[in-house]
């Protein structure tokens, strides 16, 4: 009875042991970041953004000339101005540069959001090419290398040159 109790013992762990080992799960990893800037459509965004950011430049690049420019006519002329004159002469230049400020941080904010607009279906398109290859190859997860530093990983669960064929890039 004993015999036949280990004999099960032993083949009940083995049999746990095949389960087990066919549970693990597959890991692969891929740079995003690579693989978004090796697709064409990159460029053109990147292009659509300077000319977008461009626009904020040439309007800050005039507001300051404006300022620097009041800036020096008030330097040439406070010793002659009368206590209540200067006041408001600096009162004026401290609102336009608080202007200027401020249509700094709205240009970076607008620019920001329109970068994230015309950046997400591209990130989309990359994250449904990454999923896809993973679903084909057996993958049960994946991680970003631009996000995640991995210490150890082989060189056969490197899921760039799939995902880039899946994408047509070359």
């Given amino acids: 009875m004993k015999k036949l109790f280990k004999v099960a013992l032993v083949a009940g762990c083995l049999f746990f042991a095949g389960n087990i080992a066919e549970a693990q799960s597959k890991i692969g990893y891929i740079n995003v970041n690579q693989v978004v800037d090796q697709m064409p459509e990159t460029k053109v965004i990147q292009k659509q953004i300077q000319d977008y950011q461009k626009t904020f430049v040439d309007q800050l690049t005039a507001m300051n000339n404006e300022l620097q420019t009041n800036a020096q006519a008030y330097d040439a ?3 002659t ?4 004159a200067r006041t408001a002469k ?3 230049l401290q609102d336009q540069n ?3 400020q401020d249509y700094q941080t709205k240009a970076q904010q607008q620019v920001g959001d329109k970068s994230k607009q015309l950046s997400d279906p591209l990130l989309l398109k990359v994250r449904t090419a990454i999923q896809t ?4 190859k057996g993958y049960n997860y994946v991680f970003d290398t631009a996000q995640t530093e991995l210490l150890v990983s082989q060189p056969g669960d ?3 040159p799939s995902v880039k064929t899946k994408l047509g890039i070359k």
């Fill in 98 to 100: 608080k202007r200027l």
């Fill in 133 to 136: 290859v993973a679903k084909e």
């Fill in 158 to 160: 490197d899921l760039m």
């Fill in 77 to 79: 002329k406070k010793a």
């Fill in 81 to 84: 101005m009368t206590d209540a």
């Fill in 90 to 92: 600096e009162a004026e």
